[in-house]
């Protein structure tokens, strides 16, 4: 029997062990999506304590004390953050099966030297020793980065956003780490939205233009673009619920825009052509900056309403929908592709059920020098657990190239979150491993070199405009 968390943690066979600590344990990170906050790592932040740090924003963990029977008081409430601690610890002993079990003993371990399990009976002395620890040098957000062997993270912003904590990073000599933003306009495109109006003004703001028809628009977002793209931007990102794409003109946009801009009630048509509209726009500005679009496609959102009036959006009230995408993707790419302007794109998907419908589809288009121009991403939110991980894998494997993907991405609000990618790494050998013990795939160098492509070279490629 194998001992939890031990050195072959999830590495099954000889193969197995050998690619990762030969290759995958080493390689440097390229967290191309994640959702950590510039700020936090430009000030370099000290974290009073282990809630701090590892509770506040992690909507997974919330989520899952939920579960437990915690009251909100001890989750998002007022009660001090060592109440938060324990009922953190208080339902971990429960969440054996779920990720969030090794995910949390891998960071105690990995950043805090911590072997014991956390539990009740252990809460105490593990909130005392990594508390201490955090006030060292070593356990500040630049450190957990830097220990990491992070080389990029990808943040996730707000077009209006001036990424004034972005601009001082890069000027920061001392911090070796490229930190860029991703252009993220949930704003624009969502224009049913309470707030859509006092989204287009911080946009008038931080463009300098005023925005009131639809050509204005087009040119904020088209400014907004090119500054993102000073800053260092190499992608966009865009969560949507639902994969709809008709083919709109532009004064029909406007007018749509104009009737939303007057506040008056749009049809659930209107809306999907609006966004059909933009979203291909976007996609050409996207293009000719040589960015990524990525397209994270099949959330279903905000479900708890008296949850979200009270908390807001990512609060963990979110679940996997069933809509159909495959008709609306396969136009909307096609669409961008017939003016020469699909841009490199990465497909996500929340219900597992859709992994056939975007392998395949990334085969439907290519450029020549671009392997995998069209990626499908990594498992992601729901299904960022080993057999989603693995499904993704051998369905990628069976359908596509799985060598030329480009792997694990953290999607995380916390900076403890990197061990994802030891992780993912752990599972990527462990199935390699599998194969070639069952004679399947040959034990030959080249599943070394499929290993650091897939664990680090593919994505930092795929990622700089070479
Ligand atoms: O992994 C899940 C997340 O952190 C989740 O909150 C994000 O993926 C978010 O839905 C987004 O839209 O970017």
């Known amino acids: 029997m194998k001992r939890f968390l031990d050195n072959d943690f999830l590495l099954n066979t000889d193969t197995a062990q050998k690619l990762y600590n030969d290759i995958a344990k080493d390689l440097p990170i390229h967290d191309f999506h994640c959702h950590l906050d510039p700020q936090e790592i430009l000030e370099n932040k000290s974290f009073k304590n282990m809630t701090q740090v590892w509770l506040a924003g992690d909507h997974y963990k919330w989520r899952a004390m939920r579960l437990n029977g915690v009251s909100e008081k001890f989750i998002t409430g007022d009660s001090s953050d060592w109440g938060k601690f324990e009922a953190w610890a208080d339902t971990v002993p429960n969440l054996i099966g779920n990720p969030l079990y090794h995910w949390t003993h891998m960071e105690l371990k990995t950043f805090f030297h911590v072997d014991k399990l956390l539990s009740p009976e252990t809460a105490r002395e593990i909130w005392e020793e990594c508390n201490e620890k955090l006030q060292q040098p070593e356990f500040k957000p630049r450190k957990f980065v830097e220990r990491s062997n992070?080389?990029?993270?990808?943040?996730?912003?707000?077009?209006?956003?001036?990424?004034?904590?972005?601009?001082?990073?890069?000027?920061?000599?001392?911090?070796?780490?490229?930190?860029?933003?991703?252009?993220?306009?949930?704003?624009?495109?969502?224009?049913?939205?309470?707030?859509?109006?006092?989204?287009?003004?911080?946009?008038?703001?931080?463009?300098?233009?005023?925005?009131?028809?639809?050509?204005?628009?087009?040119?904020?977002?088209?400014?907004?673009?090119?500054?993102?793209?000073?800053?260092?931007?190499?992608?966009?990102?865009?969560?949507?619920?639902q994969m709809v794409f008709t083919d709109v003109a532009k004064e029909e946009a406007g007018r749509i825009f104009i009737k939303r801009y007057s506040n008056e009630k749009l049809t659930n048509e209107e809306i999907v052509n609006y966004q059909s509209f933009l979203l291909f726009e976007l996609g050409k500005m996207y293009a000719e900056k040589k960015w990524v679009m990525q397209l994270h496609i099949g959330a279903t959102r905000n479900n708890n309403t008296k949850m979200f009036n009270r908390l807001g959006a990512d609060a963990g009230f979110d679940s996997i929908g069933d809509s159909s995408m495959a008709e609306g993707l396969s136009r909307f790419l096609d669409a961008l592709d017939q003016e020469n302007?699909?841009?490199?794109?990465?497909?996500?998907?929340?219900?597992?059920?859709?992994?056939?419908?975007?392998?395949?589809?990334?085969?439907?288009?290519?450029?020549?020098?671009?392997?995998?121009?069209?990626?499908?991403?990594?498992?992601?939110?729901?299904?960022?657990?080993?057999?989603?991980?693995?499904?993704?894998?051998?369905?990628?494997?069976?359908?596509?190239?799985?060598?030329?993907?480009?792997?694990?991405?953290?999607?995380?609000?916390?900076?403890?979150?990197?061990?994802?990618?030891?992780?993912?790494?752990?599972?990527?050998?462990?199935?390699?491993?599998?194969?070639?013990?069952?004679?399947?795939?040959?034990?030959?160098?080249?599943?070394?070199?499929?290993?650091?492509?897939?664990?680090?070279?593919?994505?930092?490629r795929y990622f700089t405009n070479r």
């Open 341 to 460: 302007a699909l841009p490199k794109t990465v497909l996500y998907n929340l219900n597992p059920r859709d992994n056939y419908v975007l392998a395949t589809m990334t085969g439907n288009f290519y450029e020549a020098g671009i392997p995998a121009k069209v990626q499908f991403g990594s498992a992601w939110w729901f299904n960022d657990h080993i057999d989603g991980m693995v499904q993704q894998l051998k369905d990628l494997g069976n359908l596509g190239l799985l060598s030329h993907f480009i792997g694990m991405l953290t999607d995380s609000r916390s900076l403890l979150s990197f061990v994802r990618h030891d992780y993912f790494r752990r599972i990527l050998c462990n199935l390699i491993g599998e194969w070639v013990e069952e004679g399947k795939a040959p034990n030959d160098r080249l599943l070394e070199k499929m290993v650091r492509n897939i664990g680090y070279e593919n994505a930092e």
């Open 150 to 241: 992070v080389q990029f993270i990808g943040t996730t912003d707000d077009p209006t956003s001036m990424l004034e904590y972005h601009k001082l990073l890069k000027e920061d000599e001392s911090f070796k780490v490229t930190i860029a933003p991703t252009f993220r306009p949930d704003g624009a495109l969502f224009l049913e939205k309470t707030t859509f109006h006092d989204w287009l003004e911080k946009l008038e703001k931080s463009s300098g233009q005023s925005v009131q028809t639809i050509d204005d628009l087009l040119n904020a977002m088209q400014q907004r673009v090119n500054y993102f793209d000073k800053i260092g931007c190499r992608a966009s990102d865009h969560g949507l619920s």
